[in-house]
Nanobody, 116 residues
Framework: QVQLVESEGGLVQPGGSLRLSCAAS????????MGWYRQAPGKQRELVAR???????NYADSVKGRFTISRDNAKNTVYLQMNSLKPEDTAVYYC??????????WGQGTQVTVSS
């Protein structure tokens, strides 16, 4: 059983930075994409950033220029560097691995709160 283990989020002041990581417990065959989603209270889960196997990335408009997704294939780990954080970035963040066979793996979710 593959597990995705996310790093802890936390409380960050507006304008601050935080890096999230998500490590797979075992190698996952044929990963098509790795990404980060978030869900704020009362809102639907939304895509934050995604990286496809060829390295192509896409970001939500609200985080472009502030967030960066990256990966370390040797460690089966994906990262989300978040800079210039805003209160509206407050949410539970989930990592996701999607395989060529159409299988979704999800992390447990980690709370990120941006507040002074």
């Amino acid at each position: 059983q593959v597990q995705l283990v996310e790093s802890e989020g936390g409380l960050v002041q507006p304008g601050g930075s935080l890096r999230l990581s998500c490590a797979a417990s075992t190698s996952i065959f044929s990963i098509y994409a790795m990404g980060w989603y978030r869900q704020a209270p009362g809102k639907q889960r939304e895509l934050v950033a995604r990286m496809i196997s060829d390295g192509t990335t896409n970001y939500a408009d609200s985080v472009k220029g502030r967030f960066t997704i990256s990966r370390d294939n040797a460690k089966n780990t994906v990262y989300l560097q978040m800079n210039s954080l805003k209160p509206e970035d407050t949410a539970v963040y989930y990592c996701n691995y999607y395989t060529n066979l159409g299988i979704d793996y999800w992390g447990q979710g980690t709370q990120v709160t941006v507040s002074s």
